[in-house]
């Protein structure tokens, strides 16, 4: 009540109302608890002592006990011992969350957020610092505001045998707190302790003399002052770290680019370092903040050693390689609580299988590419163009996730794209004109001028993700070239690789595409042909839009036939069909003609080359330039 009536007055006077300290840290009652001193509330074993049944009894005899009763229940607790924990009043240091820091003394060089000093504290800067700042995921911006918003004044002092001290003296007469703003020898002080602390470390403060030795010459009664022998939390030590690491060395930046840690820090700390910085800085020490789960059993439980379900990276590492635990890593949701286990590894390692099959299979087609093959994209088919638009629509991509540190999408993506548009479609597709064109064919040099591009794209798209892998690759081409894949910027596509009326076209062509193989592997299944080049489709598109819009394709070459035919009509009431693609039907009839030696194909015109009877024409263009070329080079 005097409090609460006489707040202004107490206040001026400097008068703060006494708070009982009623437990001591060694878990006994105190003289502030009258009738109960001496008496254990708990004891250093974790057990309840004989202060409850006094409390009790004394309420009894007081007739002020309404119920008593016992409940079971797992807070608080210590985690670590499992035993019961009590909460007590006692002295700590804080720092004002409200208090306007301009009108409080703030540190030299310190920028509030609010002109003319108007709403600059702490927490006001906290708050426009965590607006500043972009936050991975998203989810950890209000998280972070919220604690902000509720937090009280931060409490900074911790009662331990060893620490970083907090650096300050108090007048037992007053309470006067030195070094502060407005003390005139606060600077002299300040520096008599920071030269103690480069010679001796911390241990200077804890000394003997102490007082002597930093006060003599400062205060006129060095013996009405005490040195505060509290230490700093050490939330607070770990958010000071930006001061010393990044503002200290020329090769970093202040503030850091991105602070990354598990989603509990910010309750530590990311929010001691935002809190730090802000008040003496006046903003956050970082631009970004990414904020990760906990890795958790295959099945979703907790590791540990009693449950035997751990998972060890260097184990991963020894068995499978290193590769594949980044693998796992980027593949992951870490936005969540991260999973990890045999069979998730194992699908893992099967990724990264098909992922090294696929630029295995660029380096093996470029091994002897020159530029002087190259082909501009204008003169290249419709199906490079296509994949040069891929690639544009990729590099788009790849970039905005990885400023999002979306790693995950970019996995899926350039994972995707390597199985589904690359193995399953593209070079499909195009192994007969890799394989079997003459040297000259532009299809086979677009196409090669093509593999060169994604080899660029994809080495670098992966370089952070599969590190090894992609400098291997890289260097399995570039052998005498001193330089890695590391050391290089994403390739700058040009604009002009995009191209959206050719990639609508594209998808049409591969809707129709899925149809056609879908029939054809109905036929393989069945025996009745045991290649796709033993089958030539009849396709049938009813949608005359559709039909027209892929009428110029060449059927055989896109469902790698020996050849194909395509009308604009229903088809068969037979013919095969897929509910995804309506108005599409195919029938396969049996290729006809003779079987190329050297590509497979079945076609008629195969022997109509008499120096090459065995082949079809093109093949036989192709074996007379490999020849010229050889004798040539003899």
């Known amino acids: 009540d005097i409090w609460t009536d006489n707040r202004a007055a107490l206040e001026q006077r400097r008068i703060v109302p006494t708070i009982p300290y009623t437990v ?22 974790g057990k309840f002592g004989d202060a ?14 309404f119920s008593r009763g016992r409940l079971k229940h797992d807070y608080p607790h210590s985690w670590r011992s499992k035993k019961p924990v009590i909460f007590r009043n006692t002295p700590q240091w804080f720092i004002a969350m409200d208090k306007d820091i301009q ?16 709403n600059d504290t702490l927490r006001a800067r906290a708050l426009k610092a965590i607006s500043d700042t972009s936050w991975v995921p998203a989810s950890g911006q209000n998280r972070i505001t919220g604690m902000i918003n509720t937090k009280p004044d931060w409490v900074i002092s911790r009662q331990r045998a060893w620490g970083v001290p907090i650096t300050v003296f108090r007048n037992t007469q007053s309470d006067e707190v030195i070094p502060r703003a407005g003390f005139d020898k606060s600077d002299e002080l300040i520096k008599r302790i920071t030269d103690a602390f480069a010679k001796e470390g911390a241990d200077a403060w804890f000394a003997g003399g102490a007082r002597e030795r930093f006060l003599d010459g400062i205060v006129e009664n060095p013996g009405d002052w005490e040195k505060v022998d509290d230490i700093l939390d050490v939330w607070f030590d770990s958010g000071s770290t930006h001061a010393f690491s990044l503002e200290g060395r020329d090769d970093l930046k202040w503030p850091a680019s991105l602070y990354l840690e598990g989603s509990d820090q910010h309750r530590g700390w990311f929010q001691s370092s935002l809190l730090e910085s802000c008040g003496t800085r006046g903003a956050a020490p970082y631009e970004a903040v990414l904020t990760h789960g906990f890795v958790m ?46 069979e998730i590894l194992k699908s893992n390692v099967d990724a990264y299988r098909k992922l090294r099959n696929t630029i295995r299979f660029l380096l093996g087609n470029l091994h002897h590419y020159e530029k002087s093959l190259a082909v501009e994209p204008e003169d290249m088919p419709e199906l490079e163009r296509y994949m040069l638009h ?7 991509r790849v970039r905005e996730d990885y400023d999002a540190f979306d790693f995950k999408r970019i996995f899926a ?18 192994k007969d004109a890799l394989y079997c064109d003459p040297y000259d064919s532009i299809v086979r040099r677009s196409c090669l001028s093509v593999l060169d591009q994604m080899f660029s794209c994809l080495t670098a798209w992966l370089a952070p993700v599969l590190c090894f892998t992609m400098e291997e690759a890289w ?35 591969r809707q129709v595409r899925r149809v056609v193989t879908g029939a054809l592997e109905i036929e393989r299944r069945e025996k009745r042909i045991g290649s796709s080049l033993e089958a030539t489709p009849e396709i049938y598109i009813a949608d005359k839009a559709l039909f027209n819009a892929v009428a110029d394709v060449d059927w055989a070459e896109i469902a790698i036939t020996s050849a194909a035919s395509w009308t604009n009509d229903e088809g068969p009431a037979d013919a095969f069909r897929l509910e995804e693609a309506p108005g599409i039907a195919v029938v396969t009839r049996e290729a006809l003609g003779s079987k190329c030696a050297r590509s497979w194909k079945i076609l008629p015109d195969v022997g109509s080359d008499a120096d090459f009877p065995g082949l079809t024409p093109r093949d036989a263009e192709a074996v007379r330039q490999y020849d010229a070329r050889r004798n040539a080079a003899e």
């Open 390 to 396: 891929r690639l544009s629509e990729l590099d788009a």
């Open 413 to 430: 993506t350039l994972f995707n794209f390597c199985t589904v548009d690359l193995s399953a479609v593209y070079l499909d597709i195009r």
């Open 297 to 342: 059993a295959e099945d979703g439980r907790k590791m540990s050693k009693s449950l035997n379900n751990q998972v060890f990276p260097q184990d991963v590492i020894k068995q499978s390689g290193a590769e594949i635990l980044r693998l796992w890593a980027v593949s992951s949701d870490y936005w969540e609580d991260l999973r990890i286990g045999p």
């Open 475 to 509: 260097l399995a081409r570039f052998p005498g070239d001193e330089s890695s894949v590391h050391l290089r910027q994403f390739p700058d596509l040009p604009e002009s690789w995009r191209d959206e009326d050719l990639a609508a076209k594209w998808r049409k062509v």
């Open 103 to 118: 009108e409080a003394g703030s540190a030299e060089g310190t920028t509030g957020n609010a002109k003319n000093g108007v």
């Open 24 to 45: 001591g840290p060694d878990g006994v009652f105190t003289a502030d608890a009258p009738g109960f001193e001496g008496k254990v509330v708990i004891n250093d074993k």
């Open 52 to 65: 409850n049944d006094a409390v009790i009894t004394a309420l009894i005899e007081a007739d002020a006990l």
